[in-house]
């Protein structure tokens, strides 16, 4: 089955979140991937762990035969996320680092993959699978 992905930045994200939500219960597994924005002048993340991780998951969740949804979140520019008040380093989601894959069930964070281990394909199998 395929992986339907949802995409946000900063300024939508409530609302993308919304219809994410709304649509959660039809997924053996709904996942947000918080990830950092792409440099305009080289087209590639400002962040080394999300240039990694990025390929690795998407390829891992569309190896998958489950349905599968992705919520894509930018977290914006590395001034943007330094900032300790960034409105995901606090509940519900408590960042700390960009990558960070979330499993999200029943309106709670399930399990979660940090930037050091995002990149892990066992570990994202293991998180979708929520084991």
Not at 71 to 91: F, I, Q, S
Not at 99 to 115: A, C, M
Request: proline letters at 8%; one cysteine or more; glycine letters at 2%.
């Amino acid at each position: 089955m395929p992986v339907k992905y949802f995409d946000a930045t900063l300024s939508n994200f409530d609302a993308v979140f919304e219809q994410f939500r709304s649509e959660a219960p039809q997924n053996k597994a709904s996942l947000i991937l918080f990830l950092a924005d792409k440099d305009p002048a080289t087209n590639l993340s400002w962040c080394p762990d999300c240039v990694r991780a990025e390929p690795v998951i998407y390829k891992t969740l569309e190896s998958l035969p489950d349905d599968i949804a992705l919520l894509r979140a930018n977290a914006g520019d590395r001034p943007t996320w330094r900032n300790p008040k960034h409105p995901w380093r606090v509940e519900p989601f408590k960042l700390t680092g960009v990558p960070t894959l979330i499993r999200w069930e029943n309106d709670t964070v399930k399990g979660r993959l940090e930037d050091y281990e995002a990149h892990v394909e066992k570990k994202i199998k293991s998180l979708v699978a929520d084991k």
